[in-house]
């Protein structure tokens, strides 16, 4: 039997016309973009060429995005070089319990450096309002960082509604927009952002660049010193291959309405044959979520037992955040969610990509009803 992979929010294999890509500027574009023989305006003109089809994807300048190591690098330069430079502003940061790590763990170092950050809890639904942030605000408020898609729910947050309510204040708004980037419509005139972070191996590219998107009417200093790469904004000779092979990503996306409705049918499919099997189960967030992540709480299953049955049988999926999922520590973002840990150490993460098929979700189902048995029975 084939393996079945249904980890893609942890990340997404390299589409093959991606890899070509990559292959052919590593053999044939070795050239700085710094330089001006005739090798570095090649490679600029790459550089150049890729930077417009991704500021094009989110409605951005091109100037106004530079290109960085990947999401966790961009979520730490916009929010330690944003609290840098606006700390004369204030020291009040506001953001939720359930970013990801690549936020949480900036923010306590901002703390530890006399930054107060306020987190705000998340409903049962695993949502952030905008009335939530609006009554956070405060006169000494510099920054505002709230993700736009949960990687461990799928959950969308409102960040339309939350730009609303940031423009008008002091406050720099950031979005991580990792695990939305290809599933949801981005436009940052529309939402109101400030700051936008992505990475390229969540979208069947390259797991060694990310971008972020900088308001051009916002300075910040250069995270890593150095050069003058990317207008002084990120020192370092620009990866050229792999930004082609993020660019080629990015242009090979399918319509984000179409891959919403299949994978809510992938959804409807689980639950409904959990159901139909009597298997005792719960949604953690919202199963209408437009996104590819389905969390389930399996009543009296331990996760880690689960996940290694499945694991022997060729079904690869998660116990939540792939950057903590080895760790024995449970999902902060359950916790935050829900006060009961039997739900928190019993939930699972399926999530689905552009290989997926309904026979492949079918097989997956069928296992999982059987393990589930098995595992009630022993218990």
Same mark, same amino acid.
């Given at each position: 039997?084939?393996?079945?992979?249904?980890?893609?929010?942890?990340?997404?294999?390299m589409?093959?016309?991606?890899?070509?890509?990559?292959?052919e500027?590593?053999?044939?574009?070795?050239?700085n973009?710094?330089?001006?023989?005739?090798?570095?305006?090649?490679?600029?003109?790459?550089?150049?060429k %890729?930077r417009?089809?991704?500021?094009?994807?989110?409605n951005?300048?091109?100037?106004?995005?530079?290109?960085?190591?990947?999401?966790?690098?961009?979520?730490?330069?916009?929010?330690?070089?944003?609290?840098?430079?606006?700390?004369?502003?204030?020291?009040?940061?506001i953001?939720?319990?359930?970013? /990801?790590?690549s936020v949480?763990?900036p923010?306590?170092?901002?703390?530890?450096? +006399?930054?107060?950050?306020?987190?705000?809890?998340?409903n049962?639904? +695993?949502?952030?309002t905008?009335?939530? &942030?609006?009554?956070?605000?405060?006169?000494?408020?510099?920054?505002v %960082? $709230?993700? #736009?898609?949960?990687n461990?729910t799928g959950?969308? #947050?409102?960040?339309?509604?939350i730009g609303?309510?940031v423009?008008?204040h002091?406050?720099?708004f /950031?979005t !991580?927009?990792?695990?939305?980037l290809?599933?949801?419509?981005?436009? &940052?005139?529309?939402?109101?952002?400030?700051?936008?972070?992505?990475?390229? /191996?969540?979208?069947?590219?390259?797991?060694?660049?990310?971008?972020?998107?900088?308001? !051009?009417?916002?300075?910040?200093p250069?995270?890593i010193?150095g +050069? !003058?790469?990317?207008?002084?904004?990120r020192?370092?000779?620009?990866?050229?291959?792999?930004?082609?092979?993020?660019?080629?990503?990015?242009?090979r996306l399918? !319509?984000s309405?179409?891959?919403?409705?299949?994978?809510?049918?992938?959804?409807?499919?689980?639950?409904?044959t959990?159901?139909?099997?009597?298997?005792?189960?719960d $949604?953690? +967030?919202l199963?209408?979520?437009p996104?590819?992540?389905?969390?389930?709480?399996?009543?009296g299953i331990?996760?880690?037992?689960?996940?290694?049955?499945?694991?022997? &049988?060729?079904?690869? $999926? %998660?116990?939540?955040?792939?950057?903590?999922?080895?760790?024995?520590?449970?999902? /902060?973002?359950?916790?935050? #969610?829900?006060?009961?840990e039997d739900?928190?150490?019993?939930?699972?993460?399926?999530?689905f990509g552009?290989?997926?098929?309904?026979?492949?979700?079918?097989?997956f189902v069928d296992?999982? &009803?059987?393990? $589930?048995?098995?595992?009630?029975?022993?218990?």
């Amino acid at each position: 039997m084939n393996n079945i992979y249904l980890n893609y929010a942890a990340t997404t294999p390299m589409d093959e016309k991606v890899i070509d890509v990559i292959t052919e500027e590593m053999k044939n574009d070795f050239g700085n973009a710094s330089t001006p023989d005739f090798t570095g305006r090649k490679a600029k003109a790459t550089l150049q060429k %890729s930077r417009k089809i991704i500021s094009n994807r989110i409605n951005a300048q091109e100037k106004e995005i530079i290109f960085t190591s990947g999401g966790s690098e961009s979520n730490n330069t916009a929010i330690i070089s944003t609290a840098e430079a606006r700390s004369k502003y204030g020291k009040h940061i506001i953001s939720t319990q359930i970013e /990801h790590e690549s936020v949480l763990k900036p923010l306590e170092y901002l703390e530890s450096q +006399g930054f107060e950050v306020t987190y705000l809890k998340p409903n049962r639904q +695993g949502q952030i309002t905008a009335d939530q &942030v609006e009554n956070a605000l405060r006169d000494d408020t510099i920054l505002v %960082s $709230v993700m #736009m898609v949960n990687n461990e729910t799928g959950v969308v #947050m409102p960040i339309k509604e939350i730009g609303e309510v940031v423009k008008n204040h002091q406050a720099v708004f /950031h979005t !991580d927009a990792v695990q939305a980037l290809g599933m949801l419509n981005i436009d &940052v005139k529309e939402l109101n952002v400030d700051l936008l972070s992505t990475s390229a /191996h969540k979208i069947y590219g390259p797991k060694f660049l990310g971008t972020l998107y900088i308001n !051009d009417e916002l300075i910040l200093p250069s995270f890593i010193r150095g +050069g !003058d790469q990317e207008t002084k904004r990120r020192a370092g000779t620009e990866n050229i291959p792999g930004i082609a092979g993020f660019a080629e990503a990015i242009e090979r996306l399918e !319509d984000s309405q179409t891959l919403v409705k299949k994978y809510q049918g992938y959804k409807n499919m689980i639950v409904e044959t959990l159901s139909q099997n009597n298997i005792d189960y719960d $949604v953690n +967030g919202l199963i209408d979520s437009p996104t590819h992540v389905l969390n389930i709480w399996l009543k009296g299953i331990q996760r880690d037992i689960l996940i290694t049955r499945l694991d022997m &049988v060729g079904v690869a $999926v %998660s116990g939540g955040s792939a950057c903590t999922a080895g760790s024995l520590e449970p999902s /902060h973002v359950l916790k935050a #969610m829900f006060d009961n840990e039997d739900r928190i150490n019993e939930s699972i993460r399926i999530s689905f990509g552009k290989m997926t098929t309904e026979d492949e979700l079918q097989i997956f189902v069928d296992k999982l &009803v059987d393990i $589930v048995k098995e595992l009630s029975k022993e218990n």
